[in-house]
């Protein structure tokens, strides 16, 4: 089955840039989508099909895909960007939706 | 405003049965792929099931398969899990979502319903 590979955590300080990395076989063949979820909150997509924002999510939120690894940089980070944050991707061979392990954005 | 409102949660025995309901409103719910998305206390984001516009097609993961059926009511904008013999693994929040696609996002979440499978 497909594996997707999250950092557990990232640390950055306020105003800084976050680079959080999904590694997958191949990921750059598939599209990424990128959720952020709050405590007790629902998840909340902020980029779908490798590097596109939904309408609401701040122009500093990003994303790349290529080769083995797909990146959310996180531009000029705040203290309200403190959340989890999932890559998941659809493998098409064994028709599954897949999530990575997820990552814990710190803001210091 | 798209709002996917989830009910039916709640405390089961193992072995016990279980029925989510999922109500949609502010867009086309025929139109779109629907999935269940659960949670464990502590853990991370795993995808349950999908079903088809049509419910003509659904797929599961390995660990339920035989075990819950997801279904659909387009005339009502309902999704459901039905979830039989379950399992204490199977605690978690389970959150209702619509997928833009086979090889789209989860792009809109219902705010969860928890399920505790214990004695």
């Known amino acids: 089955s497909y594996v997707l590979t999250q950092p557990p955590s990232v640390s950055v300080a306020p105003g800084k840039t976050a680079r959080i990395t999904c590694g997958g076989n191949?990921?750059?063949?598939?599209?990424v989508h990128w959720y952020q979820q709050k405590p007790g909150q629902a998840p909340v997509l902020v980029i779908y099909?490798?590097?596109d924002r939904p309408s609401g999510i701040p122009e500093r939120f990003s994303g790349s895909n290529s080769g083995n690894t797909a990146t959310l940089t996180i531009s000029r980070v705040e203290a309200g960007d403190e959340a989890d944050y999932y890559c998941?991707?659809?493998?098409?061979?064994?028709?599954?939706?897949?999530f990575g392990g997820g990552t814990k954005l710190t803001v210091l | 405003e798209v709002q996917l409102v989830e009910s039916g949660g709640g405390l089961v025995q193992p072995g016990g049965s279980l029925r989510l309901s999922c109500a949609a409103s502010g867009f086309t719910f025929s139109s779109y792929w629907m999935s269940w998305v659960r949670q464990a206390p502590g853990k991370g984001l795993e995808w349950v099931a999908n079903i088809k516009q049509d419910g003509s097609e659904k797929y599961y993961v390995d660990s339920v398969k035989g075990r819950f059926t997801i279904s659909r009511d387009n005339a009502k904008n309902s999704l459901y899990l039905q979830m039989n013999s379950l399992r204490a693994e199977d605690t978690a929040v389970y959150y209702c979502s619509s997928l833009g696609g086979e090889s789209g996002p989860f792009d809109y979440w219902g705010q969860g319903t928890l399920v505790t499978v214990s004695s």
């Open positions: 099909y490798d590097s």
């Open positions: 998941q991707v659809w493998d098409s061979s064994s028709d599954r939706w897949v």
């Open positions: 191949n990921i750059g063949s598939k599209s």
